[in-house]
């Protein structure tokens, strides 16, 4: 609570608007002296420090254990005691990605560890001893050259013929195999997708709020509703992602250790449990229908997004190849 000295001038500093009280009606400002003392600036930072801490812990509390809560809280007016559905999920997604692009991904990981396993066979020389054969770290896919393949457009069977997305696809196929390896090409792929995952998640998320307006009663529920839920939905399963991610790279720094190990499975099993079924109470508490109904509107809600997501996701991947260099 601030204890400033009040200003004798009603004239608000900031838009000029008359205060009767402490408070200006317009802006919000506090109609207080603009001298402060050092013992003034310590408290306030700490009074700030505090709220924004209280209204973090609150909201990250009820976004875990308590589905919709916040979503209900924000809508009914109830705004000010959490953080706001975009600034928490920027601030989430932001940390995620950071952790992400700090540590190195386990794909990557397992990738280079073994790279001799797969550019190498093992077989046995005359006298029976074991042999390893490296293979060319510069292997491509076979594929036919763009000069076959123009032979085959110009003299070969019309069934043979490659139409022109055909062609134009094996076009960028042929540049990409020709000038990357496969472990290139993974490692470029990885890399490009883990980067560009923000972007996936916003375009996927108007599609899931404009799904949930599709099944509910437009009269009642605006889209608003759907994105603020939609918002708080997607922020609840980044952060369970970044607490498993967290909790699974603490545990590898342990090394074999049987405690770890145990206590990093036993919390991917509840979080995944968490994440799967968190939509559906989520979906009831919200919107307010019968168990059933909101069991078969989640059950349905699921398999669209998901099927979305992967033709998305699928679409994105060969975007990705397609613009590999």
């Known amino acids: 609570m601030s204890h400033n000295k009040i200003r004798e001038d009603k004239t608000c500093l900031n838009c000029r608007h008359v205060v009767e009280q402490k408070f200006c009606p317009n802006c919000g400002q506090e109609n207080s002296d603009t001298r402060k003392t050092f013992h003034h600036l310590f408290v306030h930072f700490f009074e700030d420090l505090t709220h924004y801490e209280n209204a973090f812990w609150k909201t990250i509390r009820n976004l875990l ?5 916040l979503t209900k809280e ?23 990605f950071l952790l992400i692009a700090l540590f190195p991904n386990k794909v990557t990981e397992e990738l280079n560890k073994g790279e001799n396993q797969l550019f190498s ?55 990409v195999t020709e000038t990357n390896t496969k472990k290139e090409i993974i490692e470029k792929f990885i890399e490009s997708f883990i980067h560009n995952i923000p972007k ?4 996927i998320m108007p599609f899931f709020a404009f799904f949930l307006w599709i099944f509910h009663n437009k009269k009642r529920w605006y889209y608003f509703d759907h994105g603020i839920f939609t918002l708080h939905y997607f922020s609840f399963l980044l952060l369970i992602f970044l607490i498993l991610f967290i909790v ?20 991917n099993f509840v979080g995944i449990i968490w994440m799967c079924y968190y939509f559906y109470p989520a979906h009831h508490r919200f919107y307010g229908e019968t168990r059933f109904v909101s069991f078969v509107k989640s059950v349905t809600l699921f ?12 679409f994105y991947m060969l975007y990705i190849f397609i613009n590999l260099h």
Not at 65 to 69: A, D, E, G, I, Q
Not at 74 to 96: H, N, Q
Not at 251 to 259: D, E, R, S, T, V
């Open 74 to 96: 924000y809508l009914s007016g109830k705004r000010l005691s959490y953080l706001a559905p975009v600034r928490l999920y920027i601030f989430i997604s932001f940390i995620t």
């Open 200 to 203: 996936i998640l916003f375009i």
């Open 303 to 314: 398999f669209i997004n998901f099927f979305f997501i992967l033709f998305l996701l699928t």
């Open 65 to 69: 254990l308590k589905p919709s809560t």
């Open 248 to 267: 699974n790279k603490v545990a590898a720094l342990f090394g074999g250790n049987g405690i770890a190990e145990a206590i990093a499975g036993i919390t």
């Open 121 to 175: 066979q093992t077989t046995k020389d005359e006298k029976g001893k074991k042999v390893v054969k490296t293979f060319n770290d510069k292997s491509h896919f076979e594929l036919k050259t763009m000069k076959e393949i123009d032979s085959i457009q110009k003299y070969g069977k019309e069934d043979d013929k490659l139409s022109d997305f055909q062609y134009w696809i094996y076009e960028k196929v042929v540049h």
